[in-house]
């Protein structure tokens, strides 16, 4: 057996870096298989050391539970389809895709799993080709100045960039690669980092123009409420206006969806005495802690799982879930918008 | 960050045979669009020194196995010094001179009883050449140097010549770069920086072409003709400057068709190429002239061959007659005739 603690590192290691090439294809290429539940008398009979290998196998697996096909994730995987297909042979104005809405509303999630989609498309597309670099994925840094985001392509890249290099080298080699290596989906995340008022941020727009012409890629645009940063506004962004495709990201409305979600994250639960249906007898309760926000609601019941195994009652309550909120608030970068709107 | 941590190359280059690792990091950058020299700084320790190449980061950057790299690469190995070698060379060399001066004594000795040369030369089972030799003297003459074309930065000298010219503040690091980036040349930081450094210092002096074709030893053919000419009969001069008409043609067409030549533009070769011809058009009836039987008409056959040669041509002609020093006024002066009517033994 695979000592899972040595193997939960590393896979750690492996998601923290998403905008590396060897992290994201590690990420594409990766599946979360879910460990089988043991009998009650077996798990009650477990010794101290075969009790934690088993928790911690648990654990590492609530801690990357697979992504939750939502409306919005459908909807976003449908439209990028459509609009890498409609780019194949476009000379220019390549059509693009802006993912926007406030923070917790799974568009990282949706723009990654998106990719995920894509490069496993483009491998069963081409068999045996194992350079191709069908996704490139960065994420804008704040503050970002032209330099600084070409970096972050070439970082994807993996080529190496010193103080020495200057900007323009830097482009033609990401810009050389990236048509070598075939680069059909471009996702940039974070893009409410940029500020189109500012100059830098004004220039960083028309870095990003320019690797949208000279790349024969779809360009994937997510970053939080980008309509009201101004990416629309002024000449430029008017151009971006024209080009993109927005698809807003928002809350779930209590609704069927909502219920039908949770029934998909509760059965991708591994708890030993976990009574089913729990979890959307308490959907009510769930949508007025969460504000409808997928992504708090995936830390609020991968948190309480979590919690419940390392507790040892190995069910979600009610109770399980009001501590959680209680002891993660004030760590929990997601939820944070969420507790404010609560009050 | 770690060396090992680097992250590999996108784009992945596999080692050929037989390539050194400069110009395997030269392909590696190319394939992934990086300024060679940007490279190749990067590979060094500490970065973006002028050093040599890292295997370890090499072998990160390529994502391949450092021994594997070795193998392909014998380069990359660290340097074994064999320590004394020179003192060792030195040593064989006054060895030799040693055995050479007892030889010559022993000749010189075996001469004094009345040996004739041909019978020291079978007794000591060497030329007679040598016997003359240890006969005239007691000291051997010196071997003969052998005459070489430096190796480092062969074709490159022009290169950096020019830049100097152009900019002589410009700094070794510069150069290095641009041979790197712009002639995709390979040369190591030291040996830019050391001829640098000797063109600064000896700039007043006259500068040494060195990678000229080796110039043609006029003097010793020139001395050679011309013995011909006051010793023997105008017959032999006309043969001997036809035979060497023909030596510096084929040597002319060797220079002008080598690969060698730093100026490998399109009309530069095709330039090169129309010369190269011309020199064959007008020599290539000059080895039948030379066969034993025909020789007897060669006056009339250069004659012929010069009238109807073109002005060029006859430039050409007439200046390497003047190089190897013939007396071509027979031939020359016949110049305001008209090359048009064929000359008279024209079949």
Redesign the interface.
């Given at each position: 057996m695979v000592n899972p603690s040595r193997h939960a590192v590393e896979t750690a290691d492996g998601h923290r870096h998403l905008s590396?090439?060897?992290g994201w294809r590690r990420f594409t290429s990766e599946s979360v298989t879910a460990p089988d539940l043991l009998p009650r008398q077996r798990f009650s009979s477990l010794d101290d050391a075969g009790r934690a290998d088993y928790n911690e196998l648990r654990l590492d697996y609530h801690t990357r539970l697979a992504a939750v096909a939502t409306s919005t994730l459908r909807h976003v995987i449908t439209t990028g389809r459509r609009l890498t297909l409609l780019n194949r042979h476009a000379v220019s104005a390549r059509r693009g895709l802006i993912l926007s809405g406030p923070a917790g509303t799974g568009k990282t999630t949706a723009i990654t799993q998106f990719g995920k989609t894509h490069q496993v498309i483009d491998a069963a597309r081409h068999p045996g080709l194992t350079?191709r670099?069908p996704v490139l994925y960065v994420t804008v840094p704040p503050a970002a100045t032209p330099r600084m985001v070409a970096a972050e392509f070439a970082r994807f890249?993996?080529?190496?960039v010193?103080?020495?290099?200057n900007i323009t080298?830097i482009i033609?080699?990401?810009?050389?690669?990236a048509v070598?290596?075939r680069v059909s989906v471009v996702a940039v995340d974070e893009i409410h980092n940029l500020a189109l008022s500012t100059r830098n941020g004004a220039d960083v727009s028309d870095t990003l123009k320019y690797f949208s012409e000279r790349l024969p890629a779809t360009f994937l645009y997510a970053g939080i409420d980008v309509e009201r940063a101004g990416l629309f506004s002024d000449v430029r962004g008017s151009q971006i206006a024209g080009r993109f495709t927005m698809i807003p990201t928002g809350s779930f409305p209590r609704t069927g969806e909502w219920t039908s979600l949770i029934a998909t994250i509760e059965n991708t639960l591994r708890l030993q005495h976990h009574r089913p249906e729990t979890l959307v007898g308490l959907a009510d309760y769930l949508h007025h802690r969460t504000a409808g926000m997928i992504g708090s609601l995936s830390h609020l019941i991968r948190g309480a799982a979590l919690d419940a195994i390392l507790t040892g009652t190995e069910k979600i309550t009610k109770k399980l879930l009001d501590a959680v909120d209680l002891d993660h608030a004030a760590q929990t970068h997601a939820r944070r918008p969420n507790t404010t709107r609560q009050t | 960050m770690t060396d090992d941590r680097l992250p590999p190359l996108p784009r992945r280059v596999r080692p050929s045979a037989g390539e050194t690792a400069e110009r395997y990091v030269h392909r590696l950058a190319d394939a992934n669009h990086l300024r060679p020299s940007y490279l190749r700084q990067f590979l060094t320790t500490p970065p973006n020194s002028l050093g040599s190449i890292r295997l370890d980061k090499l072998a990160a950057i390529t994502g391949r196995d450092p021994t594997a790299l070795v193998r392909a690469l014998p380069d990359l190995a660290p340097r074994t010094h064999t320590p004394g070698r020179t003192r060792e060379a030195k040593a064989r060399k006054t060895l030799n001179e040693q055995r050479k001066r007892d030889l010559f004594a022993v000749i010189r000795h075996d001469a004094r009883l009345g040996m004739s040369i041909r019978a020291l030369a079978t007794k000591h089972h060497v030329h007679r050449r040598t016997v003359g030799q240890a006969l005239r003297s007691e000291i051997p003459p010196p071997r003969k140097k052998i005459e070489r074309q430096p190796t480092v930065l062969y074709g490159l000298r022009e290169h950096i010549d020019a830049m100097l010219e152009a900019d002589p503040r410009i700094t070794a690091a510069t150069i290095w770069q641009r041979l790197h980036d712009e002639h995709d040349a390979t040369p190591s930081y030291p040996a830019v920086r050391t001829y640098i450094t000797t063109r600064r210092t000896t700039r007043s002096q006259t500068p040494k072409v060195v990678d000229e074709s080796p110039p043609i030893p006029v003097a010793s053919l020139s001395a050679e003709v011309q013995r011909m000419q006051t010793s023997e009969s105008p017959q032999a001069a006309m043969e001997g400057a036809t035979a060497h008409l023909m030596r510096l043609a084929f040597i002319e067409i060797r220079f002008l068709t080598s690969s060698t030549h730093d100026d490998q533009t399109v009309e530069a070769v095709a330039n090169r190429r129309k010369q190269a011809n011309a020199i064959a058009d007008i020599c290539h009836n000059l080895p039948g002239l030379l066969d034993p039987t025909r020789r007897a008409n060669l006056a009339e056959e250069l004659r012929h061959t010069w009238r109807t040669a073109t002005a060029r041509n006859r430039r050409w002609l007439q200046s390497r007659w003047d190089q190897i020093g013939y007396d071509h006024r027979w031939l020359t002066d016949l110049a305001p005739e008209p090359p048009s009517p064929p000359a008279p033994n024209e079949p």
């Open positions: 590396t090439l060897q350079d670099i890249l993996g080529l190496p010193t103080s020495r290099a080298d033609e080699a990401v810009c050389g690669v070598d290596a | -």
